[in-house]
């Protein structure tokens, strides 16, 4: 449960305090001061959320109250300024000094709490905009790799320890999970961060276009070989290239790559003269290439010289807990990118971002939220608000909820299942999105593997 926000009333009229009081105590933790620098000094002492500051105060007056208080706290707390009508001018210009919004006496109570829940409001926005600048400060060291999940923090550990290494990269994982952006950070954070970072998508180039690609070729080599072309791999000398889908290669380019990642040297299309290069090299896959070895689809002697260094991405789906996170930063990227002013998601909106299986990984999670972003015309999003792939709230039922004939107890087997699946088997998070505690669910998990039912996770 929340903590109750904190507010500081401070006016010197004894009846406003004892009204103010009585109004916001059931929701709020109230504090009152009478004058300006009994509020300063409760302020410093206990902390407050948001100011209620009346400007006439006794002594010090409000704005230098005001100004007194952007000084001191290096969060300060949304203050709403109180005034009388002749002093609007005052309030104008607190505005103006950093206040988010004025009240004028008398104030009906329904506006004092509308402009109290429009403060709380910004003020659980400005934080989550502080908190989201803190993680991507730390983000910045991986280049971009957003989460604190265990798989994330697990993953940040071994790009550290291998950047500096020579060995060849195998990035696995499947379509959407960021290899890439691993395959930057490997780069980035390596020695060899000033040379170049070359990429080539293997399954984009045609079959017979690709060897002229990774190792260029002489003028006259082939008809339309008009001038003699460096390839990719000369291209990344003292650098990196990262070859990504590698197992979408046919068997004589495999041969060739071979070649060239155990002498580190190779010759142009025509050519006759062996080259060599200092490149690290990271390769990617969404496929199983043990399995392409076994059907003799991929060499095994190449498999094992890409292999020196595994690397998994977890997909999103293992890592539930990075989903708010990564959202927050695509919201505030799609905000910007389409002139829009920064959106929140409401609760109930985030816990359907963290319920969803996300198929298409962080990239679909992207996408959703971009396009969310500039079809929205309001300044938060909600549930109605989010476009996804509703095929994807839950993975495929082994039984279909909707039957007539299914008993609650079957009901209630086939959810705790489904929960399990989309959180990949974490118990916790499971639990979390069924709203029951960790132990119930354990208990259920058991007498389930007693029936012979297999568990996801």
Not at 23 to 47: H, I, K, M, P, S
Not at 136 to 142: E, K, V
Request: aromatic share 4%; charged share 30%.
């Amino acid at each position: 449960m929340r903590e109750r926000r904190r507010i500081l009333v401070i006016e010197d009229e004894k009846a406003t305090q004892d009204l103010l009081r009585s109004e916001l105590e059931t929701r709020y933790a109230v504090a009152c001061a009478g004058n300006g620098e009994e509020g300063l000094e409760l302020l410093q002492r206990d902390g407050a959320d948001i100011v209620l500051l009346d400007l006439s105060l006794p002594g010090m007056h409000g704005l230098q109250v005001l100004q007194e208080i952007a000084r001191r706290m290096p969060q300060p707390p949304a203050v709403v300024v109180i005034t009388a009508d002749e002093q609007l001018s005052s309030a104008v210009e607190a505005v103006r000094a950093g206040a988010y919004d004025y009240l004028t006496k008398p104030f009906p109570l329904d506006r004092l709490c509308t402009a109290i829940e429009r403060a709380d409001e910004r003020l659980r926005l400005l934080r989550e905009n502080v908190s989201l600048r803190q993680t991507l400060s730390a983000a910045r060291q991986f280049r971009g790799l957003l989460g604190n999940s265990q798989p994330m923090q697990s993953l940040k550990r071994d790009v550290e320890k291998i950047a500096d290494s020579r060995g060849t990269v195998l990035l696995t994982g499947e379509s959407g999970t960021g290899k890439e952006l691993v395959a930057r950070a490997v780069h980035e954070l390596s020695m060899r961060r000033n040379g170049p970072y070359i990429r080539i998508n293997c399954s984009a180039v045609p079959e017979g276009l690709l060897e002229s690609e990774l190792f260029g070729h002489e003028k006259g080599s082939f008809t339309s070989a008009i001038a003699r072309r460096e390839g990719m791999f000369e291209l990344a000398d003292s650098g990196t290239l990262l070859l990504d889908e590698i197992s979408e290669i046919n068997t004589g380019m495999q041969s060739r790559l071979l070649r060239v990642l155990q002498e580190r040297e190779f010759m142009r299309v025509g050519g006759k003269v062996p080259i060599k290069v200092d490149v690290r090299v990271i390769a990617t896959t969404n496929k199983e290439l043990k399995a392409l070895v076994r059907e003799g689809k991929f060499k095994d002697d190449l498999y094992y010289r890409l292999n020196v260094i595994p690397l998994h991405i977890c997909p999103l789906r293992e890592r539930v807990e990075d989903i708010p996170v990564l959202a927050r930063f695509f919201i505030e990227r799609a905000c910007a990118e389409n002139g829009r002013s920064l959106m929140a998601l409401t609760p109930a909106a985030m816990k359907t971002l963290c319920a969803h299986s996300w198929p298409g990984n962080v990239r679909e999670l992207e996408n959703s939220l971009e396009r969310t972003v500039i079809l929205n015309d309001r300044d938060a999003i909600d549930v109605s608000d989010l476009h996804l792939d509703t095929d994807a709230l839950f993975p495929p039922p082994s039984t279909r909820l909707d039957k007539d004939d299914l008993t609650l107890r079957e009901l209630e087997k086939e959810l705790i299942l489904r929960r399990l699946s989309i959180t990949g088997g974490n118990r916790t998070r499971a639990a979390q999105l069924l709203g029951i505690s960790v132990r119930t669910l354990r208990n259920k998990i058991n007498l389930y593997r007693g029936e012979g039912i297999r568990i996801p996770g």
